[in-house]
């Protein structure tokens, strides 16, 4: 194999419908942010061991006393309409997060445009998370964009500064990319366009992968992978788990008449399941497990974190001591997909065997959504989806503090989570930092038990032979690298 080859298509297929691309205060799912890669780009980067470092910035500067991180801009760039990128852009980007009330965004007080290429972002309070907010969340569109097309307009339409320019968009079918002949990285991007494919299903994407139709599928399911692994399809995992969605259950424990408002309760169901059964038979390997927030990888990973290991005689045990004896029945709510369904189905077996007899039930994707959403509610358990994140401060409020987004609303809040949690923050120093958040993981999992953490997913996702340089898994989840892309 000889160097990079310009030209050819890349044709990705994903298992989502689009709710959003292009207007950034709204973007959600990781699909979204997978897919706006090849149009939008942010001021700084992951590299490999989770550091981020300057991309559409030359550099950022903090001052941690005046609550201050001023960044310096790459000269030259120009958005996809001829726009061009400078300090204004960006102000521009951020004043929308504001108005928008991202919580990643809460503590921006103010953006100042010191000059054309030098811009200073205001914190309320010092927030030691705010530059892996920006580098994640403030995807820079621009505004005269915005501004000519509206919310409604750019959001199947992105306009960026990234190496593909938007070409069309066929609604739940196929989103086309051009390549963007004027794009700043020079001699980049290799390829002529990118397309996304639209599934219904995990399933339907592996036939048409199988047909030779797409090029590749990414975040496929861990039986998906393993089988087109055993045909000759190249698996690409996440090892770091940076980014990486991470699976668990939460039960309703907010609720003063549940059962699960007892700690012993919650300990008991974690007691009570086989993790490691569930990897192997489930994910195919595909999975890090876990006993906390993050992989061990993860710098915010605490080893002494003990966790609830499977013991079921400690579950009864502890049931029984919780005024439980002879168990209790409850419900457990799954989504209405097939891996749902059967990870529910084990859980059940679980839960049976100590003695919590626990009914199925099902519900469609978006009942899912809004009974986890803030300010939605729930009775029983429910699966808990999260980010296999580092820093705790920036994603773990979003659970498990009073003005949380998701899950929130149905949970306990023990005020020593969000005191620690707002002490990560305004630390000035990554070993405070790192003493506090293990200290956190501590209180969460083990004197909390808020929810039943068992694995992160290393984000399998397949190409056929041929395709380089793609940048998948190599980071973070949801970041690749479109422009160094190239085919054979």
């Given at each position: 194999m000889s160097g990079p080859k310009s030209g050819g298509t890349l044709k990705l297929g994903v298992a989502t419908r689009l709710v959003n691309?292009?207007?950034?205060?709204?973007?959600?799912?990781?699909?979204?942010?997978?897919i706006a890669n090849a149009a939008l780009e942010t001021l700084g980067r992951y590299t490999e061991s989770g550091e981020i470092v300057p991309f559409l910035a030359e550099k950022w500067e903090t001052d941690t006393d005046k609550n201050t991180?001023?960044?310096?801009?790459?000269?030259?760039?120009?958005f996809h309409d001829g726009t061009d990128f400078n300090a204004e852009a960006v102000k521009f980007n951020a004043d929308l997060?504001?108005?928008?009330?991202?919580?990643?965004?809460a503590d921006l007080d103010s953006v100042d445009v010191l000059d054309d290429y030098t811009v200073r972002f205001n914190l309320k309070k010092w927030n030691s998370a705010f530059v892996e907010s920006v580098a994640n969340f403030?995807?820079?569109?621009s505004p005269t964009a915005y501004q000519q097309m509206g919310a409604d307009g750019i959001t199947f339409h992105p306009v960026g500064t990234g190496p593909f320019v938007f070409d069309s968009y066929e609604t739940d079918v196929v989103m086309k990319f051009k390549k963007n002949e004027n794009y700043w990285q020079q001699?980049?991007?290799?390829?002529?366009?990118?397309e996304f494919h639209f599934y219904a299903d995990q399933t339907s994407a592996m036939f048409s992968l199988e047909a030779g139709e797409i090029d590749g599928i990414w975040s496929t399911t861990a039986r998906n992978a393993f089988d087109l692994s055993n045909k000759g399809f190249e698996v690409l995992t996440l090892k770091s788990g940076l980014g990486a969605l991470a699976r668990g259950i939460i039960a309703d424990h907010g609720d003063p008449n549940s059962p699960f408002q007892d700690v012993r309760v919650r300990k008991a169901l974690g007691h009570a399941i086989d993790v490691d059964a569930i990897i192997d038979s489930m994910m195919y390997g595909y999975a890090i497990k876990t006993n906390q927030w993050g992989a061990p990888t993860a710098w915010s990973y605490n080893p002494n974190v003990q966790g609830t290991p499977y013991d079921p005689e400690k579950a009864k045990q502890l049931l029984a001591e919780a005024g439980y004896p002879n168990g209790f029945k409850t419900k457990l709510i799954s989504n209405n997909n097939n891996e749902d369904q059967t990870f529910f189905t084990i859980i059940q077996g679980y839960l049976?065997?100590?003695g919590i007899e626990a009914d199925i039930e099902v519900v469609e994707e978006a009942k899912w959504r809004e009974i986890t959403q803030v300010p939605g509610e729930w009775d029983g358990i429910i699966g808990y989806n999260f980010r296999g994140d580092a820093d705790l401060s920036l994603y773990m409020p979003r659970n498990f503090t009073p003005g949380g987004v998701l899950y929130a609303n149905n949970l306990q809040h023990p005020p020593i989570i969000e005191q620690l949690l707002n002490e990560a923050k305004v630390a000035k120093t990554q070993e405070e930092k790192t003493r506090i958040l293990h200290q956190i993981q501590l209180e969460v999992w083990d004197n909390h038990a808020m929810a039943v953490p068992m694995y992160v997913s290393t984000n399998p996702s397949v190409l056929r032979e041929g395709i380089h340089d793609t940048g998948i898994n190599v980071t973070y989840m949801t970041v690749w690298t479109p422009e160094t892309t190239w085919m054979e």
């Open positions: 691309i292009g207007y950034v205060p709204k973007t959600r799912s990781t699909f979204e942010v997978f991180i001023t960044y310096t801009l790459k000269k030259g760039i120009k997060m504001i108005e928008a009330k991202r919580a990643e965004f403030l995807w820079i569109m001699g980049l991007p290799y390829l002529d366009g990118v049976k065997a100590v």
